[in-house]
């Protein structure tokens, strides 16, 4: 069931374009990814999702009875209470539909905020901050869920805690955007689209999904040279002399031979899901 | 749950920069100095109380208006209730003008035995700090899309609120006025606060006209 439909939704700034034309649905049990730069109007799309801006131009309509959890890139609020007493307050507000106390005081421990919870939100540190108001717009059981820049400040644990959460999230129902101006390709596997914000347009990355890559495994030898321009853009990790190399599939033998060339052990392929 | 919520966010915007604090004790201040140092008689010395509550309401609202629109950019989201946000809005700069007005009246030492008076004189006091509020609500785009036309605005309604009823251009469009200096002459006219109450119900009226247009123009349309 779609949750949200945007069609050719355009918003201006004092003359200028915010975003313009976008055309895309949210669906039940979807994730779907924005990537584009900074300024390339993300978080003004998610703001009008969000119903805090009115577009110019377009229309989104909302399924009868969505409710909406939003996490900001930055929230300015100063909020002078207690990270418990702040959450249970955003958690009533949802009324019945929001999560139990229970599951709430879970969330906590497991996005490692148990230790934080009689300190007052304003005296968090940005990273903190976050985490608290991703608990927040998740406390709610939203079953639309708009998430803007939510893994900044987050090392990879909990970024991996969010996507969990995010996860059970759209396995029980909700509808998730995630808007992002970098992403991790240890996450994308997450999203069930992926979509790019550039020239302040929404384009679908449809080949993503077609696009097979394979992972190359090679052992530095002394006499190894320095890698080429050409085969660095595809390094993945470089540690205690193991080379990986994230790569389209059709690469593979060309990629291969220039290694060997290179004077690399070649150690292993194995191909790279979804 | 969600009145408490807004209720106790909106107190601590009015409280943050310690603005309302600061103005209440120097108004307070002055009160207790005033005779001594301008030697007043009760309708002048009323005159004043009503220019200060007034202009004490509208900083107060001004500086309330503008945090809100810095700090609480995304709180209404989670409200998801614009009409609700917005009269809890207004209350609670009517209930700090409505304790503003009692201190100050306390303190200026015009307590009379007649306990109608009392009210009358505080509810005149209130209904002018009122209609600061009403300014302060009207002009609120300063804080965000149209800041110049904004300040304009302030500038010209305190203008016309305080010179009102001396500009015999005025007086044609004499309705259409903040009723601010008018409550000052009509007291120092008839010098009795009973003849306040018709111009007080005026004030409160007009207050509510400017948040009602205030609230209807700039309502966030929460859907597209």
């Known amino acids: ?165 995010i996860k059970d999230l759209a396995d029980n129902g909700s509808g998730v955007v995630i808007a992002s101006s970098t992403q991790d390709s240890s996450i994308t ?86 | 749950m969600k009145v408490r919520i807004l209720l106790s966010n909106f107190i601590n915007s009015i409280l943050q920069n310690f603005l309302y604090p600061t103005l209440l004790l120097a108004f307070l201040a002055f009160e207790l100095t005033m005779n001594s140092l301008l030697d007043l008689n009760t309708s002048n010395k009323f005159g004043f109380l009503i220019v200060g509550i007034f202009l004490m309401s509208l900083l107060t609202s001004m500086n309330f208006l503008k945090n809100d629109a810095q700090y609480n950019e995304y709180f209404m989201q989670k409200i998801s209730n614009y009409w609700l946000y917005f009269i809890m809005q207004a209350l609670t700069l009517f209930l700090v003008t409505l304790f503003s007005a009692i201190v100050v009246f306390l303190f200026s030492f015009m307590l009379s035995s007649d306990i109608i008076v009392d009210l009358v004189a505080i509810m005149s006091l209130a209904t002018t700090g009122f209609v600061g509020v009403g300014i302060a609500f009207l002009c609120k785009p300063q804080w965000n899309k149209h800041p110049y036309a904004g300040q304009m605005g302030i500038i010209l309604l305190v203008y016309v609120a305080l010179a009102g009823s001396s500009i015999d251009l005025l007086h044609y469009v004499s309705w259409f006025l903040p009723p601010v200096s008018q409550m000052i002459t009509i007291f120092q006219e008839q010098t009795s606060i009973r003849a306040l109450i018709p111009t007080a119900i005026q004030q409160f009226v007009y207050a509510c006209v400017l948040i009602v247009l205030s609230g209807t123009f700039y309502e966030k349309k929460l859907s597209n």
């Open chain 1, 1 to 165: 069931m779609e949750l949200i439909t945007v069609k050719d939704l355009s918003l201006q700034n004092e003359g200028y374009f915010a975003f313009k034309h976008v055309t895309f649905s949210l669906t039940q049990n979807q994730i779907i990814s924005i990537v584009g730069d900074s300024g390339s109007g993300k978080t003004q799309l998610l703001s009008t999702l969000a119903k805090l801006k009115t577009a110019d131009s377009g229309k989104v309509e909302f399924t009868p009875g969505v409710r909406i959890g939003y996490l900001p890139q930055f929230d300015p609020q100063v909020i002078n209470k207690s990270v418990r007493i702040y959450l249970e307050e955003i958690r009533q507000l949802s009324g019945t539909l929001a999560v139990s106390k229970e599951q709430l005081k879970g969330l906590i421990a497991f996005m490692g905020m148990s230790p934080y919870l009689d300190r007052q939100v304003r005296q968090l540190s940005y990273g903190l901050k976050q985490r608290v108001n991703f608990l927040a717009a998740v406390s709610g059981h939203p079953n639309v869920l708009l998430l803007d820049e939510p893994f900044s400040f987050q090392n990879s644990k909990y970024t991996s805690n969010m996507l969990e959460i």
């Open chain 1, 189 to 274: 596997n997450y999203f069930d689209a992926n979509y790019i914000m550039k020239n302040k347009s929404m384009e679908q990355v449809k080949d993503k999904d077609k696009e097979i890559l394979c992972m190359l495994i090679f052992t530095v030898k002394p006499d190894s040279m320095a890698l080429t321009t050409e085969i660095s853009q595809y390094l993945s990790a470089n540690v205690s002399s193991l080379v990986e190399l994230k790569i389209p599939l059709g690469m593979k033998d060309a990629i291969i031979k220039e290694m060997i060339d290179l004077n690399y052990q070649f150690e292993g392929a194995r191909i790279l899901e979804g």
